[in-house]
């Protein structure tokens, strides 16, 4: 399974977007990019997922570029419980293997 | 729909202690079953996953094992605790409606002591 890189941490004020991105440079034609949170104490929640076309559900918007090698979470009006750990993850069947995240921190 | 429990939820075990931890999905079957780790202030580890009954992949070498006696019933196992134990368990599933999506359980706190 390839790869992911996101930044460590970052901060978003409440009521606005957050966009989280994410690498994924070595991603192959057969996988996913998968997003999930953590918020502390708890099992990671599902967000989103996609292939090549953006997705939209009533949590998030994932957009991935073209050529599919980075991609964006976009929490469209970030709340003060959104604060959390944001997993991005490419796969294709099988394991979910976590990297370090990025903790956001939504600022009221 | 579908659902994951695990349990116990909290657990505070002696070193050398055994441990049972048990998780089973409802509603879907011939699920893949996922038990991870998360130590203190850290990320989480894929443990073992299981494909169906009988059939355990050990991701990494441990002190923990782990046994899927029925479809929906996957259960993590030590016979003697390490102080090193200690950490966030979680049991995951996936397979049938979800597809390749993997939903998560509560998760159990364990403290070796």
């Known amino acids: 399974d390839a790869k992911t890189t996101q930044p460590t941490s970052m901060d978003c004020a409440e009521g606005r977007a957050a966009n989280l991105p994410c690498n994924h440079s070595?991603?192959?034609?057969?996988?996913?990019v998968y997003w999930y949170r953590q918020i502390h104490s708890q099992g990671p929640q599902y967000i989103i997922h996609?292939?090549?076309n953006n997705e939209t559900n009533e949590m998030a918007s994932l957009i991935i570029t073209e050529d599919r090698k980075s991609s964006t979470l976009i929490l469209p009006h970030a709340t003060l419980r959104d604060t959390a750990v944001y997993y991005c993850?490419?796969?294709?069947?099988?394991?979910?293997?976590f990297g370090q995240g990025t903790t956001l921190q939504v600022k009221p | 729909s579908q659902t994951i429990h695990q349990w116990p939820a909290t657990l505070v075990q002696p070193v050398g202690s055994p441990l049972s931890l048990e998780c089973t999905v409802e509603g879907t079957s011939n699920p893949n079953l996922y038990w991870y780790r998360q130590a203190a202030g850290r990320g989480l580890q894929l443990l073992f996953y299981?494909?169906?009954?009988?059939?355990i992949s050990s991701e990494v070498p441990q002190n923990l094992s782990a046994s899927r006696p029925q479809d929906r019933q996957f259960i993590l196992s030590s016979k003697k605790l390490l102080l090193s134990d200690s950490g966030f368990y979680l049991c995951?599933?996936?397979?049938?409606?979800?597809?390749?999506?993997?939903?998560f359980g509560e998760g159990s706190w364990l403290t070796v002591v």
């Open positions: 995951a599933w996936s397979g049938g409606d979800s597809g390749n999506t993997i939903y």
């Open positions: 070595t991603i192959s034609g057969n996988e996913y």
């Open positions: 299981s494909v169906g009954i009988g059939q």
């Open positions: 993850i490419v796969k294709n069947t099988g394991k979910l293997i």
């Open positions: 996609g292939l090549k």
